[in-house]
């Protein structure tokens, strides 16, 4: 259950970047088929690709982790 949770927040992200899979993975220098695989939840990115998805992306890895809130 976690692992879709992590692809559909890479792939939300991804989108609002305008940005396929081909670019993302060229930038994070993985397969395509890695990362396919991370956003269709059939793999868990590691702490290195999770700060490499983050930085490509230009978010906060909290924010990529779901962990930031609203300020009220």
């Known amino acids: 259950m976690e692992n879709i949770r992590w692809g559909r927040r890479i792939r939300a992200f991804r989108r609002l970047k305008r940005m396929n899979q081909v670019e993302l993975a060229k930038e994070m220098n993985i397969s395509v088929s890695i990362l396919g695989q991370i956003e269709q939840g059939k793999r868990v ?18 924010e990529l982790k779901g962990e930031i809130k609203d300020a009220e």
């Open 45 to 62: 990115p590691n702490e290195v690709q999770l700060k490499s998805i983050s930085s490509v992306l230009d978010i906060q890895l909290d």
